[in-house]
């Protein structure tokens, strides 16, 4: 066994203590209250804890398949939160063949072009070559209906599901001297401080949260985001021997990261509120959708992509 | 060979099922009622000719077992692969709706629900090419509201299908579908059918979900 492969079962065994005494703790919450009584937060804790189980095991198994593994799965991912998104955007039937482009062709070419470690190439393609030509594709047909809202909805679609989310895999392609293999590892590194972050962020809210950062859009306060920030940073120092930053360059990345994200899941919630929705979907049991859970992941990808490509690759 | 038939209709089902699933992540809101095999006549929205595979789709298997969509004869058994997929994978009622035939429609469907069927019902008669919400209701509804009482009659609203695949359109887009389920309604005493048919695509129409735009 690679010393990369023993790290990542560490990291999952790590993380299934965790989950196995949050369980714990649920049943335990249940087993003392009155049978028959439904106590709806402890059932949503519980739903919640069950999902997360489900995401450990699936992280843990792409990043032990390598390269191939993740790509799929973030592939895949990237599939589901598109889905979500552009179902909730303006759009016309001239925008069939454009929305039609956007899901099988520019989301494998992007993947395809991460998979050939093309970073000249996946960094400009959306943001250049399918922000230039699938409006053409729209305004081919005809119709001016709302055509600038419908094609800056859809290049905002692409841009967060697909952009944003495979900068997570295109961590694997990074060079950086004496790390090889391990570049695997950042991934794990990137998404368990800002899933934590976003965790404790939740937890100190609740507890001691008292001046709103945006009244009207989300319940976060500055209290709960400065406490999710530096705790994060603890996390990122507790993991540094996955890395390649140090202790003290591991913590700035991680509080980098849970910044971006926890600011960026504001930007999430006031779509969501212009949408008039609660959750992008339905599609994981007590979370929402698949944005609703990595909205903040996908905020902090690009900026972890470049911060570590200009520090350290 | 008939064992065949319906081994390969159960496989042809399941598949279809789980492309709209992967495809769609089309799911059921059940608003209005329980997803329980009780008798019910599912009367729906029509834009896309996916409409009552979606339905179907989303229904637990104890309710698809003995759901039959009502469906024209004429665009079921225009080729041997509809005359297959329609009367044996989705098990339709299949309906003539030139005037001069003799088998009535109606007769057809009141067989159906005295052998104890559920039905999925597309009362518009035809698909919703316009931008209204829904065209006016065809009769066949309150005939069957009036001639059996006890049945449940469901509104179901399918959102989304006519951006998904819009007439004219090869490639369907992988958006999100969602059936929703309203609560019953039924036709009450002296209630004439203009009445009712209005109410009954009120009620329908009030699952729509609002206009986002």
Known sequence: MTETTSDILLLAFGSFGILIALTFVGEVLRAREDPGFVNPVLDTYMTRVQSWWGMVAFVGVALLMGKIGVMVLFAFTSFAA??????????????????????????????????????????????????????????????????????????????????????????????????????????????????????????????????????GLSPKTWEGVICGVVCA????????????????????????????????????????????????????????????????????????YHFTKYFYG | MKFLRQFAARIVGQSIRIFARAITAVRADWQGIEPVPKQRVYFANHTSNGDMPMIWSCLPPAIRRTVRPVAAADYWLKNKLRAFVGPEVFNCVLVDRRPEVKDKPMDKIIAALDEGASLIIFPEGNRNMTDDLLLPFKAGLYNMGLARPDVELVPTWVANLNTIMPKGEVIPLPLICTVTFGSPIHVQDGESKDEFLARASDALAALAPEDRA
């Open chain 1, 82 to 215: 598109l889905r979500e998104f552009l179902t909730l955007t303006t759009k016309a039937q001239a925008d069939h063949m454009s929305l039609a482009l956007a899901f099988f062709v520019v989301l494998p070419l992007q993947y395809f072009f991460i998979g050939m470690g093309w970073d000249g190439l996946y960094t400009v393609f959306i943001p250049v070559y399918a922000f230039l030509l699938l409006p053409i594709v729209s305004a081919l047909r005809g119709n001016a209906d709302k055509y600038l809202i419908r094609v800056a909805e859809t290049q905002w679609g692409l841009m967060i599901a697909v952009f944003c989310v495979s900068h997570v895999p295109a961590l694997m392609t990074i060079d950086i001297a004496g790390y090889d293999d391990r570049s695997v590892l950042l991934i794990a590194f990137l998404v368990m401080v800002v899933q934590f972050g976003d965790l404790l962020e939740y937890f100190f809210g609740r507890r001691i949260g008292k001046t709103r950062i945006a009244p």
């Open chain 1, 233 to 304: 940073m603890l996390i990122g120092g507790l993991l540094a021997w996955i890395t390649p930053f140090g202790i003290w360059g591991a913590m700035a990345m991680a509080g980098a990261a849970s910044l971006v994200g926890l600011l960026g899941s504001l930007v999430f919630a006031a779509i969501k509120r212009d949408r008039g929705v609660k959750d992008w979907s339905h599609l994981i049991p007590g979370q929402g959708g698949f944005v609703d859970q990595l909205d903040s992941v996908i905020f902090a990808a690009p900026i972890f």
